[in-house]
């Protein structure tokens, strides 16, 4: 019997498609609740400031599973204080865009942060994909700003509001990249520790940013209800690193980015009778595509490991799990 024909018939593993699904679950619930913190007076920056102090639990969590097996090289540091950065500063700006830009215009550029990590991974990691894969990541781009486009009465005045939604997507796209560079040759564990580190440091610009003159909720649907939401977009965060670990960032990032806002219309249709409007509906329709076509998208061999890097075991997240890449071989929130 043919070993090659053998092997080649045998089903993949794709440990990748489980954290990527658990990411749109978790992002998509987040998603459809995190309106309720500002509506019951909690403001955005406090929300940031919540949401960062939420990446602790599942840091030191991970960090505990992998026997306080911090790494504290440059290389570890660099990458994941990068990504922890360009997460968070991109958060920073985008709260000051939407004060002077028109909200309807902003998100829908910042959701084409995808395309920045698609050329990133196609030109520098050498990723490639399948003729199904290529068309649901096309189809995923061109979902997006449709899942985010609104209307409104026109736009503020002045352009600064446009460039500085460039560079949110731009911070944002190259996050994704390094998250998936940064897993070549760093834990999982210690880039969502460097992540969380990241995020913390810019608390105390979310504090300055806060308007103190009005009133603030601290009761129990303030923060304590704001953390219960933000922990699923942590912990969602989380797990968006190993996806990006064992699978293409060219397949995980519009995966993810397409996929959440499935199950945040769902819910807001399911539970608050919530209808999109006609554009919104072909976005959605495509994103839905999209997602089932980058899912069925069949995974290709790896690369030798005489072109590979030299990659650093990763213990396994569950039982039901496979612990080893099927990626070559790695940016949230």
Known sequence: MNTAATGAATPRRRPWLAFAVTTVALWGVWGALSPLSSAHGFPETLVYAVWALTMVPPALFILWRGGWALERSPRAVAYGMAIGLLGAGGQMLLFHTLTIGPAYFVFPIISLSPVVTIALSFLFLRERTGWTGTLGIALALLALPMLDLSFGRGAAGG???????????????????????????????????????????????????????????????????????????????????????????????????????????????????????????????????????????????PPSPSSSPERTPLPCMSCSTSSHDTGKGTPAA
């Open 159 to 301: 352009l600064g509001w446009f460039v500085q939604s460039l560079l949110i997507m731009l911070a944002w796209g190259v996050q994704a990249y390094f998250m998936r560079l940064a897993n070549h040759t760093v834990r999982a564990e210690s880039i969502f520790f460097y992540m969380t580190l990241g995020a913390l440091l810019l608390v105390p610009v979310a504090l300055a940013m806060t308007d103190w003159t009005q009133p603030v909720n601290t009761g129990l649907d303030g923060p304590w209800m704001t953390a219960a939401i933000q922990l699923l977009n942590a912990v969602g965060a989380l797990t968006l690193v190993y996806a990006f670990r064992h699978g293409k960032a060219i397949i995980v990032a519009p995966l993810t980015n397409a996929g959440a806002p499935l199950v945040t219309a769902a819910l807001s249709l399911v539970f608050a009778s919530v209808v999109p409007g006609p554009l919104k509906m072909v976005g959605l329709a495509m994103a839905l595509v999209a997602s089932l076509l980058l899912v069925l998208e069949p995974e290709r061999d």
